[in-house]
């Protein structure tokens, strides 16, 4: 058994993690198993841990070295300033998706607009949005009754009111209510990028949220595209998060569909990643 955490967690994982990854789960690691704050952290105020506080170390440290993300291994992560409980019956929800909330934000002006999610895994985009939101009426849907279940438990935790439903987009719908904001961050990466992936990616989330078939790469956007035609009320806007090989064929699309105000936009490492339309 080891003495000091710090150094064992160094030691176990330099040679899979950078420093500054390293000093990220440490920290992460230390306030899950001593229920440290971050300040009693960097005071080491957790010399005196017990054998199974130390155990539990060794174990979250061997998950990690078996390409286990993080925030599975903790069960939660943050987004967006709130704590959402993650399994890998939900995608990790990511940085690029924080800047879609903000700008969606940005650009509301409906003091109390009615927002649809499509493909809410987690349901961290509705949760955010419910809770920056105050007067927002806000549903979700996933084909993932699994997903499902950990958005509703998170919708409790961050004490906001949001509407899950079990919903096939794929498949017929009639849905008789009307948004002013669609949004979706559906599966859009091919079959054939699986090669390029991480394996803590490609062994652990899960896979009917990833993927897509090599030959029918915009699927989700077309047929989501059609239902914002139908479902979005007069000047509604429809958002996107895209695979940034995407981007310029997916405005061409919409484009042809007729929604208008067409907008493709970088997330902050310069990549193109979001894409805003309107239905006027």
Request: proline share 3%; glycine share 4%; with cysteine.
């Amino acid at each position: 058994m080891f003495e000091n955490p710090v150094e064992y967690i160094r030691t176990q994982l330099s040679k899979m993690f950078t420093l500054g990854e390293i000093r990220v789960f440490t920290t992460l690691i230390l306030k899950e198993v001593s229920n440290l704050s971050f300040s009693d952290i960097i005071a080491c105020k957790f010399k005196d841990l017990s054998d199974n506080e130390k155990q539990n170390i060794i174990s979250i440290v061997k998950r990690l070295l078996n390409n286990e993300p993080i925030q599975y291994i903790l069960g939660k992560t943050e987004f967006y300033g709130l704590e959402f409980k993650v399994s890998p019956a939900v995608l990790i929800p990511r940085p690029e998706t924080e800047e879609l909330i903000e700008w969606i934000l940005l650009e509301t002006k409906k003091i109390n607009p009615h927002i649809l999610d499509i493909g809410t895994g987690s349901g961290c985009i509705a949760i955010a949005l419910a809770k920056k939101m105050q007067y927002a009426t806000v549903d979700a849907w996933d084909i993932s009754e699994s997903a499902l279940e950990i958005a509703r438990q998170n919708a409790i935790t961050n004490n906001v009111s949001v509407e899950f439903s079990n919903v096939d987009v794929l498949k017929s719908l009639s849905v008789r209510k009307y948004f002013d904001i669609i949004v979706s961050n559906p599966p859009y990466i091919k079959e054939s990028e699986k090669e390029k992936m991480e394996k803590n990616v490609l062994d652990y989330e899960p896979h009917e949220a990833l993927f897509v078939a090599n030959n029918d790469a915009l699927i989700f956007y077309n047929r989501i595209t059609d239902i914002a035609k139908e479902n979005l009320n007069e000047n509604g806007v429809l958002y996107f998060e895209i695979n940034r090989a995407n981007g310029v064929e997916i405005v061409q699309m919409l484009k042809r569909k007729g929604l208008m105000n067409i907008e493709l936009k970088k997330d902050i490492s310069g990549n193109n990643r979001m894409i805003r339309a309107m239905k006027v």
